[in-house]
């Protein structure tokens, strides 16, 4: 987990601004949407599935982490991306998604530290007050790990293909919208 939680905490402060100016674009979104939804379905079909916790090394925790880092580009999910390196890296279903939302932890949590020290630091940059992003935060942990215990029953048995349609759906529902002016890409 430490490992893994390296590669999005330097890529995250150090490319900070590029993500909340640069990489703000819906067309960008809906496109990673739909490719990062693909590449979760072709790991899910092509991965071996054999590996479980034991198996895990230092190798794998940082191409997992790199994964996670994927995540600072709007429209690719934190735990899909991790949960798809996992996949293809060969883990179990449950194994590929334990692992992710191990990772998330850390993650969240200095992410969500961030944020809540700028709001208090500069509480006019931000339209969020503390107390509002720190009531925020204890509110996305409490689904999150509700969210978490349900998702985990769910792959001892189901696959992820639910998850794939939902992002290749909404990612052409949201290039419709865009190309018919129906939203702004900015």
Known sequence: VIIGTIP????GFLFQ???????????LVAIVLIVFGLILGAADALGRRTRNEQDLTY????ALGLAQSLA????????????????ALGYTRPVAAEVAFLLA??????????ELYHSIK?????????AETAVATVIAFVVGLAVIAFLMQYLKRGSFLPFVIYRVVLGIVLIILLSLGVLQAY
């Open 8 to 11: 999005i905490g330097i890529l």
């Open 17 to 27: 601004d590029v993500i909340r100016d640069t990489f703000r674009n819906l067309w």
């Open 59 to 62: 190798p794998h925790g940082l």
């Open 72 to 87: 600072l580009i709007p429209g690719v999910s934190r735990s899909g991306a991790t949960t798809t390196m996992g996949l």
């Open 105 to 114: 932890v850390p993650a969240v949590f200095g992410s969500g530290v961030y």
């Open 122 to 130: 500069d509480p006019g940059s931000s339209v969020f007050s503390g």
